[in-house]
């Protein structure tokens, strides 16, 4: 789960992670108000959205006056922000964060994850800050310095000491103190909060000497959810896919694609195995969608519901590998869930395991057009004909 | 010879009166595996299927002699569960629960770290030995006993490979899910040094997907040090990234873990990557010799 950069804030700031004045503002008057509570100018204007480059897509404004803050907050709020890392519709701007300006003196980068070969949290510092991680670790891998975090331990004075006095030239003692003070409050947030990530990018000294987290990113461990509640409550679902939301209330594993062929698998192993052999038959899938391993009729027609959602979509492949769930009882739940859906895309199924030859004969009988493939490789060849049977109309 | 389990193993089901426990314990015992007790904390004493339930693994482990486990236990209570099991005494720890929280595992990894235990998973079908023992949630009948080794981080994807095998007239000796977690019990390359001594396993299957950096990892290994012939399928060549494709490791994060990438490391190491799942059965056929 992702959350704002004005809730990470909010969240540095208990834990004592220094953090710029700032306000949330929702409309342009809002913005116009917070700005005479907050020093400046300059101030700076940060569009609310979970993606990241949004100051290459515009969406981080530093401003002189007051009403440029509230003319940028016109702007940006209710439009949809164009990132890197976003589609090209991009994602609407609710939010603003309004900040105050500062004189920046050096930036770095700071930022924990956990290590998954190393089987640990990790805290990463690098002194080229303001530029994005994965660049820096292509074009200058000297530059990312990473210490492991002992659980048996925690995060050790020695720790912080040996990424920050790594730094050229070595800052003030004071601002060596209150950088280390920073290091040590930060694994206590990734621990605290079942993070999987957070960063801060920049981090920065400012020309007075203090330690300030400019920026924050701070996701949680969604297996984490069921003990973090207080964070559960500041989950902003309003740039996420509808259908992607409808199948998280289901329990089913949804993400939309940009192609044509529904999917919808039992496991998600297969089911990413299944979009590649949408992909290589010549068409794109439309999504990926994993109902479980254990899929039931239930599960079946909701993943249907949602395929059907979709309304680019031109065929459904359904992927089912029976296991302890017989073939016989899901072929009845796909004939099932296919009449109550009243699907009007061709639909090729592809049964397998269990009972197969039961829950084959269950489907041609139905009197629904299904297009039965044997194997994988009969399925991929009735996707193709699919596409091309449309590019031929 | 099979590697981790055979037909002596002797396993205690954790969560046994669960809804799923239950289920799969009653497979496990229709498959032939010895289960020889459960243990849900409160219900020592009870009866379920058939076998005696403890409070407690140490129960079970000097009653019964239990040397394996397998773990039904929810989410929040699964690290302690698999603490208890290696605290125990236990020698294989399997489990199958998915959704652990990640700092829960770095304890546990830690935890398990100086004992001489495996780990398993989770979020893993189990171990098959097919014929001997299945300690897990996959079809039994889809396997049958032979001589190819398996390691998967994924469960349906795994029969549908199994399935394939078994249909192309090559059996297994011994399937292992490692399980879709960023942290998990054992790797590729624990298993992959497990079936270079088995003198019953002829050559290993490898199945790996997005996310990480494992397939690289057991890429180096086999080219260093593992002679055996092995064919290796990648899922998630189309997944996009920063998405976590269903199970929670399966995420390309900051440009790692990509498919692409993951298909380079093995073909570079000499392995052949089937270029889809359709063609896996016959790709391994001709890895092994077979056409």
């Known amino acids: ?393 | 010879m099979s590697i981790l389990v055979d037909d002596k193993s002797r396993v205690v089901v954790q969560g046994i009166t669960g809804r799923e426990g239950t289920f799969h314990t009653k497979q496990m015992l229709a498959y032939g595996t010895s289960v020889v007790g459960g243990v849900t904390p409160g219900k020592g004493g009870q009866v379920a299927e058939g076998v005696p339930v403890f409070h407690s693994v140490r129960d079970a482990v000097e009653r019964e002699g239990a040397d394996v486990s397998c773990i039904f236990v929810p989410p929040p209570f699964a690290a302690d569960a698999v603490m208890e099991a290696a605290a125990s005494g236990i020698k294989v720890i399997v489990c199958i629960t998915e959704g652990i929280p990640t700092l829960d595992m770095v304890k546990v990894d830690r935890f398990l770290k100086d004992r001489d235990v495996v780990l398993i998973g989770p979020n893993c079908p189990g171990i098959i030995s097919p014929g001997k023992t299945k300690v897990g949630i996959m079809p039994g009948d889809i396997h049958r006993p032979g001589r190819m080794g398996v390691i998967s981080r994924s469960g349906t994807l795994t029969y549908e490979v199994v399935g394939q095998l078994t249909g192309v007239g090559l059996g297994q000796s011994t399937c292992i899910g490692i399980g879709g977690d960023p942290i998990i019990g054992s790797s590729f390359i624990d298993h992959l040094n497990r079936f270079k001594d088995d003198p019953e396993t002829n050559g290993v299957v490898l199945i790996g997907e997005i996310g990480g950096t494992a397939e690289e990892e057991a890429a180096e290994y086999i080219k260093a040090s593992f002679s055996k012939p092995v064919t290796a399928f990648i899922a998630g060549k189309t997944a996009p990234p920063g998405k976590r494709m269903g199970h929670a490791g399966a995420i390309i994060a900051g440009g790692k873990g990509k498919a692409q990438d993951k298909i380079k490391a093995l073909k570079a190491a000499g392995i052949a990557v089937a270029p889809s799942l359709a063609e896996l059965g016959k790709t391994v056929l001709k890895v092994m010799g077979r056409i």
């Open chain 1, 1 to 393: 789960m992702k959350i704002h950069e004005y809730q990470a804030k909010e969240i540095f700031g208990k834990w004592g992670i220094p953090v710029p004045n700032g306000r949330v503002a929702t409309d342009p008057d809002e913005a116009g108000k917070v700005c005479e509570m907050i020093n400046g100018p300059p101030w700076v204007v940060k569009a609310q959205v979970h993606a990241g480059g949004r100051g290459k897509g515009g969406g981080v404004k530093v401003v002189m006056e007051k009403d440029a803050v509230v003319s940028t907050a016109k702007s940006l709020l209710g439009s949809s922000l164009v990132t890197p890392q976003t589609g090209p519709e991009g994602v609407k701007v609710n939010q603003v964060l309004i900040e105050e300006g500062v004189d920046i003196d050096r930036e770095f980068y700071l930022g924990m994850v956990v290590d998954r070969a190393a089987a640990m949290p990790a805290m990463i510092f690098s002194p080229a800050g303001g530029m994005s991680i994965e660049e820096v670790a292509a074009q200058t891998p000297e530059l990312i310095w990473t210490e492991c975090v002992d659980p048996a331990t925690g995060w050790m004075p020695y720790q912080a000491r040996n990424l920050a006095y790594r730094l050229d030239p070595l800052p003030s003692t004071e601002t060596l103190r209150e950088l280390i003070n920073v290091m040590a409050n930060l694994y206590k947030v990734f621990m605290s909060l079942d993070c999987s990530l957070v960063e801060i990018n920049p981090l920065i000294i400012t020309k007075a000497g203090k330690v300030l987290a400019l920026d924050a990113k701070l996701n949680i461990d969604d297996n984490a959810l069921f003990r973090q509640k207080e964070i559960v409550k500041l989950e902003d679902t309003s740039g996420t896919d509808p259908l992607e939301l409808t199948a998280a209330a289901y329990n089913l594993n949804y993400i939309r694609l940009d192609g044509n062929i529904g999917a919808m698998v039992n496991g998600a192993g297969l089911a990413m195995a299944t979009m590649d052999l949408i992909k290589g038959a010549g068409a794109e899938p439309a999504n990926f969608l994993d109902v479980g391993g254990g899929a039931t009729e239930e599960m079946i027609t909701k993943g249907f519901e949602i395929i059907l959602g979709d309304d680019r979509v031109r065929a459904i492949l359904v992927n089912i590998f029976g296991g302890i769930l017989r073939c016989d009882v899901l072929a009845r739940g796909v004939v099932a869930a296919a009449q109550k859906s009243r699907i009007q895309v061709p639909l090729i199924v592809r049964l397998e395991g269990t009972n197969v030859d039961e829950g084959r004969k269950i489907l041609e009988g139905s009197g629904l057009k299904f297009l039965v493939a044997k194997d994988l490789s009969e399925a991929a060849g009735l996707v193709a004909a699919q596409v091309s049977g449309e590019s031929g109309s």
